[in-house]
T-cell receptor, first 112, second 111 residues
Framework: EAQVTQNPRYLITVTGKKLTVTCSQN?????MSWYRQDPGLGLRQIYY???????DKGDVPEGYKVSRKEKRNFPLILESPSPNQTSLYFC???????????FGNGTRLTVT | AQKITQTQPGMFVQEKEAVTLDCTYD???????LFWYKQPSSGEMIFLIY??????QNATEGRYSLNFQKARKSANLVISASQLGDSAMYFC????????FGAGTRLTVKP
């Protein structure tokens, strides 16, 4: 089944404790992206990747890191999480043309 | 930078009536794509409809149609014959290289 898999679905952590949210897709998509969703703000792009070893900042990259060592994986790393990073996070992927994004099921992160 | 604006935080519509959700965008790139997604209360993102900037005809997918007015840079979503299951958040998005989203409109369908 074609899908984007994010893990974990829910995560509660404390300020400063490094964490990684994994994202994997099995559709051979070149493009992958991370978004955070907050009430009233819609989905804001954190980072995106047009292909392996190519990553670019989105609108809200501060406090986040990503890597794209393999085509299928695009992990989101929070080196030192803070409470303002409490949010719902989505990973998405697509081919690099006009294809729609395929979304993961989301990760709800709470930082206390 | 590209920008997408959805000016209606919330909308109400009576069941079986049509509703239009507004979306305007800003870009200087002649080649782009416009998308609408639905997010029900369960949280998943569901792709509804796509319009390319060079497409001459407005896109349609079942009860969804996209009213594309290129000169005005608007890409409104029209849902015909609303159903209770249409109650959800709706996001407009635009793609040049990457995909950016608007703030969304929460649609409530009343019985």
């Amino acid at each position: 089944e074609a899908q984007v898999t994010q893990n974990p679905r829910y995560l509660i952590t404390v300020t400063g404790k490094k964490l990684t949210v994994t994202c994997s897709q099995n559709m051979n998509h070149e493009y992958m992206s991370w978004y955070r969703q907050d009430p009233g703000l819609g989905l804001r792009q954190i980072y995106y990747s047009m292909n392996v070893e190519v990553t670019d900042k989105g609108d809200v990259p501060e406090g986040y890191k990503v890597s794209r060592k393999e085509k299928r994986n695009f992990p989101l790393i929070l080196e030192s999480p803070s409470p303002n990073q409490t949010s719902l996070y989505f990973c998405a992927s697509s081919h690099r043309d006009s294809s729609p994004l395929h979304f993961g099921n989301g990760t709800r992160l709470t930082v206390t | 930078a590209q920008k997408i604006t959805q000016t209606q935080p919330g909308m109400f519509v009576q069941e079986k009536e049509a509703v239009t959700l507004d979306c305007t965008y800003d870009t200087s790139d002649p080649s782009y794509g416009l998308f609408w997604y639905k997010q029900p209360s369960s949280g998943e993102m569901i792709f509804l409809i796509y319009q390319g900037s060079y497409d001459q005809q407005n896109a349609t997918e079942g009860r969804y149609s996209l009213n594309f007015q290129k000169a005005r840079k608007s890409a409104n979503l029209v849902i015909s014959a609303s159903q209770l299951g249409d109650s959800a958040m709706y996001f407009c998005a635009m793609r040049e290289n990457d995909m950016r989203f608007g703030a969304g409109t929460r649609l409530t369908v009343k019985p």
